[in-house]
């Protein structure tokens, strides 16, 4: 059992950063999969990055993979997000799962976060 608590996140302005931490507790949290993914109002969940618990690889959307940077340590994993623009307004989420493949689906994580809204202004 993983339990996910999310930080960070708010208020920027467009060209800001912003750096949400994912927060786990259990003593197998290196054995999962972790990713982030954003929903905007009246869209599907998207994927944005992913630290695999495996090998330390980490993939990202190519849209982001500029701007976005995914971290982990022994029990977080943070996103760093820079040059945010209101695009990039969502509710983020960080998610856990025992996967190695298909990280950008949603479906294949089991844990999830309780959601952090990121509010860029123009």
């Known amino acids: 059992q993983v339990q996910l608590v999310q930080s960070g996140g708010g208020l920027v302005q467009a060209g800001g950063s912003l750096r949400l931490t994912c927060a786990a507790s259990g003593r197998t949290f290196s054995m999962y999969t972790v990713g982030w993914f954003r929903q905007a109002p009246g869209k599907e969940r998207e994927f944005v990055a992913a630290?695999?618990?495996?090998?330390?690889t980490t993939y990202s959307a190519d849209s982001m993979r500029d701007r976005f940077t995914i971290s982990r340590a022994m029990n977080t994993v943070d996103l760093q997000m820079n040059s945010l623009t209101p695009e990039d307004t969502c509710v983020y989420y960080c998610?856990?799962?025992?996967?190695?493949?298909?990280?950008?689906?949603?479906?294949?994580?089991?844990?999830w976060g309780q959601g952090t809204q990121v509010t860029v202004s123009s």
């Open positions: 630290s695999l618990w495996s090998g330390g």
């Open positions: 998610a856990a799962g025992r996967l190695v493949s298909a990280t950008a689906l949603p479906s294949n994580y089991n844990y």
